[in-house]
T-cell receptor, first 114, second 115 residues
Framework: GAVVSQHPSRVICKSGTSVKIECRSLDFQATTMFWYRQFPKQSLMLMATSNEGSKATYEQGVEKDKFLINHASLTLSTLTVTSAHPEDSSFYIC??????????FGPGTRLTVL | GQQLNQSPQSMFIQEGEDVSMNCTSSSIFNTWLWYKQEPGEGPVLLIALYKAGELTSNGRLTAQFGITRKDSFLNISASIPSDVGIYFCAGQYLSGGTSYGKLTFGQGTILTVHP
């Protein structure tokens, strides 16, 4: 299967700081990538759809100024959590879509905001 | 957002037993997908189903795309300890207006296998 990486795998930051998470498709090009958030023992909730060369589309209730998404190339999308607060602590997972519309997921990033 | 109804929520079984889990939706999907997630990791694609009625196997795993396009099941035969994890179904609907397909996830089935 296609490989998607995320960096960092874990990050701990102070309240008020910004954190950037990278999502890369390693062996295929992805016009579309997705960002999810997952709380413990819960399912994945889609936050936004990231399209290369255009603005991201955010799901209802997700603050676009809080969660900045940049899809700079066909293999890289970044999610920046701005002015992070403890309630932003979560597991953030990205996925990249192939030309066959299959989604492959990254290993996730555990964000802890103190 | 919309979620699929996945059941059961959890299963505790003995090694060697067969497992069955299913998902239902009020909406139709073009594609049904089954993923497995282990602690601290992202979901891994197990099986993808593209046609109503399709039955697909991947080793000890078998999944079917319901005829109504509103349901799917996943069976695991002869379970082993490494089958432990959370299994998610996901439905995907590709509309004519977009080239990508957002996934809608079920709540997950937590599988525990006792040796």
């Amino acid at each position: 299967g296609a490989v998607v990486s995320q960096h960092p795998s874990r990050v701990i930051c102070k309240s008020g700081t910004s954190v950037k998470i990278e999502c890369r498709s390693l062996d295929f090009q992805a016009t579309t990538m997705f960002w999810y958030r997952q709380f413990p023992k819960q399912s994945l909730m889609l936050m936004a759809t990231s399209n290369e060369g255009s603005k991201a589309t955010y799901e209802q209730g997700v603050e676009k100024d809080k969660f900045l998404i940049n899809h700079a190339s066909l293999t890289l999308s970044t999610l920046t959590v701005t002015s992070a607060h403890p309630e932003d602590s979560s597991f953030y997972i990205c996925s990249a879509e192939t030309t066959y519309n299959e989604q492959f997921f990254g290993p996730g990033t555990r964000l802890t905001v103190l | 957002g919309q979620q699929l109804n996945q059941s059961p929520q959890s299963m505790f079984i003995q090694e060697g037993e067969d497992v069955s889990m299913n998902c239902t939706s009020s909406s139709i999907f073009n594609t049904w997908l089954w993923y497995k997630q282990e602690p601290g990791e992202g979901p891994v694609l197990l099986i993808a189903l593209y046609k109503a009625g399709e039955l697909t196997s991947n080793g000890r795993l078998t999944a079917q795309f319901g005829i109504t396009r509103k349901d799917s099941f996943l069976n695991i035969s002869a379970s082993i300890p490494s089958d432990v994890g959370i299994y998610f179904c996901a439905g995907q609907y590709l509309s004519g207006g977009t080239s990508y397909g957002k996934l809608t996830f079920g709540q997950g089935t937590i599988l525990t296998v006792h040796p």
